[in-house]
Nanobody, 118 residues
Framework: QVHVEESGGGLVQAGGSLRLSCAAS????????VSWFRQAPGMERELVAA????????WHKDSVKGRFTISRDNSKNTVYLQMNSLKPEDTAIYYC???????????WGQGTQVTVSS
């Protein structure tokens, strides 16, 4: 079983940048697909970006394409979400999640708050 923990959230002005980190421990992290989700107040949790085990395949939600980039460094057991040109609508709790394959249960982190002021 892998354990994941997010860091890097905070308060930033619109147009600013943040880099979120998802650090893993436990089972071999490179076996896992990793995704970033977010949940804004009163909204459902939504998938923002995902990356495959090797890091050469990534997907980003349309509304963050060109602004957010997911990447991973398996030597450091870490997945990153670089967020540029942040908008107030990006304000949410951001969660890292990992799973071994499609259909498997996600292992979730505790979340990190991102707040973008206008």
């Amino acid at each position: 079983q892998v354990h994941v923990e997010e860091s890097g959230g905070g308060l930033v002005q619109a147009g600013g940048s943040l880099r979120l980190s998802c650090a893993a421990s436990g089972r071999t992290f490179s076996d896992y697909v990793v995704s970033w989700f977010r949940q804004a107040p009163g909204m459902e949790r939504e998938l923002v970006a995902a990356i495959n085990w090797s890091g050469d395949g990534a997907w980003h939600k349309d509304s963050v394409k060109g602004r957010f980039t997911i990447s991973r460094d398996n030597s450091k057991n870490t997945v990153y979400l670089q967020m540029n040109s942040l908008k107030p609508e990006d304000t949410a709790i951001y969660y890292c999640a990992a799973r071994l394959e499609v259909g498997a249960e996600w292992t979730w982190g505790q979340g990190t708050q991102v707040t973008v002021s206008s």
